[in-house]
């Protein structure tokens, strides 16, 4: 991998019809007159990845999906495997949001798996972790981090095939976010356990996000934290303008 390029994914959880591709065109447009320091990321439901797909065709956009299943094919009504998403022209799937973990009652074992999935597809995995409010009261963040992170990355996870995205629970949709030390203990924390499992080398050169409501009010401040390598974007990755806005804390600081 070359030098590390923060990365900015948009999450649209379950939001978007059809209609909702404007803002994607909307983005391919600003970015066009604007082009981002920070490499972006869109994540739509599967229902528009295909759309999505066209309408990025030629822009530097990267799709990527919110989950899929471990096996490539079979009788698994509902699920989308990651071969499929591949072909549907996602990059990258999401993997083990907390989301998932908590309505799907999702493992570190199967994120596991879905990471593996992603790889065996082609696709990058972003895994997800945090800590929920009860663990960082009760003290514990870091040991739930470092528990996740054990359980969740493959063996052959590379920074090339993985990106990880530490979200602390309670600040998922609620307008809270830690402080700029919080978020900076925790990045150092995960960059050194990923050194333990991975190599000082691919700890060095994988991406880090940061994910939990982050808004165009806080995103310089949430991104220049040390080890904070981009973000992972919900609500505010679903207007163009506030996306944008977002990615803008990267210009206006004049650094990647
Ligand atoms: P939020 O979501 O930005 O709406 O807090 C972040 C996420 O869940 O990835």
Same mark, same amino acid.
């Given at each position: 991998? %070359?030098?590390?390029?923060? &990365?900015? %994914?948009?999450?649209?959880?379950?939001?978007?019809?059809?209609?909702?591709?404007?803002?994607?065109?909307?983005?391919?447009?600003?970015?066009?007159?604007?082009?981002?320091?920070?490499? *972006?990321?869109?994540?739509?439901?599967?229902?528009?990845?295909?759309?999505?797909?066209?309408?990025?065709?030629?822009?530097? *956009? &990267?799709?990527?999906?919110?989950?899929?299943?471990?096996?490539?094919?079979?009788?698994?009504?509902? $699920?989308?495997?990651?071969?499929?998403?591949?072909?549907?022209?996602?990059?990258?799937?999401?993997?083990?949001?907390?989301?998932?973990? @908590? $309505?799907?009652?999702?493992?570190?074992?199967?994120?596991?798996?879905?990471?593996?999935? %992603?790889?065996?597809?082609?696709?990058?995995?972003?895994?997800?972790?945090?800590?929920?409010? @009860?663990?960082?009261?009760?003290?514990?963040?870091?040991?739930?981090? +470092? +528990? @996740?992170?054990?359980?969740? &990355?493959?063996?052959?996870?590379?920074?090339?095939?993985?990106? *990880?995205?530490?979200?602390?629970?309670?600040?998922?949709?609620?307008?809270?976010?830690?402080?700029?030390?919080?978020?900076?203990?925790?990045?150092?924390?995960? +960059?050194?356990?990923?050194?333990?499992? &991975?190599?000082?080398?691919?700890? +060095? $050169?994988?991406?880090?996000?940061?994910?939990?409501?982050?808004?165009?009010?806080?995103?310089?401040?949430?991104?220049?934290?040390?080890?904070?390598?981009? %973000?992972?974007?919900?609500?505010?990755?679903?207007?163009?303008?506030?996306?944008?806005?977002?990615?803008?804390?990267?210009?206006?600081?004049?650094?990647?």
């Amino acid at each position: 991998m %070359a030098a590390k390029r923060p &990365l900015v %994914a948009g999450n649209w959880k379950m939001n978007g019809l059809g209609a909702a591709l404007s803002e994607l065109r909307a983005l391919r447009e600003r970015l066009a007159q604007d082009p981002p320091v920070p490499e *972006i990321m869109v994540c739509p439901p599967a229902t528009l990845l295909t759309r999505a797909h066209d309408l990025l065709a030629g822009s530097t *956009i &990267l799709l990527g999906a919110q989950d899929c299943h471990p096996l490539p094919a079979g009788p698994h009504t509902g $699920d989308l495997s990651a071969e499929m998403l591949a072909d549907s022209g996602a990059g990258a799937v999401i993997v083990g949001h907390s989301e998932r973990r @908590q $309505d799907h009652g999702e493992t570190d074992a199967v994120v596991n798996a879905k990471a593996r999935a %992603a790889f065996r597809a082609g696709l990058t995995a972003i895994i997800c972790i945090g800590e929920t409010e @009860q663990e960082r009261r009760a003290g514990t963040t870091l040991e739930i981090v +470092r +528990r @996740q992170l054990e359980g969740s &990355l493959p063996q052959d996870a590379r920074a090339a095939n993985v990106v *990880i995205a530490y979200e602390p629970v309670w600040a998922i949709g609620t307008g809270l976010t830690p402080t700029q030390a919080d978020v900076a203990a925790a990045h150092r924390f995960i +960059r050194g356990e990923l050194g333990r499992l &991975l190599g000082k080398e691919e700890s +060095r $050169d994988l991406r880090i996000l940061y994910g939990g409501s982050v808004k165009p009010a806080n995103a310089a401040e949430l991104l220049s934290v040390p080890d904070v390598d981009g %973000a992972l974007v919900g609500g505010a990755s679903l207007k163009a303008s506030d996306f944008f806005a977002i990615l803008s804390a990267y210009s206006r600081r004049g650094a990647g």
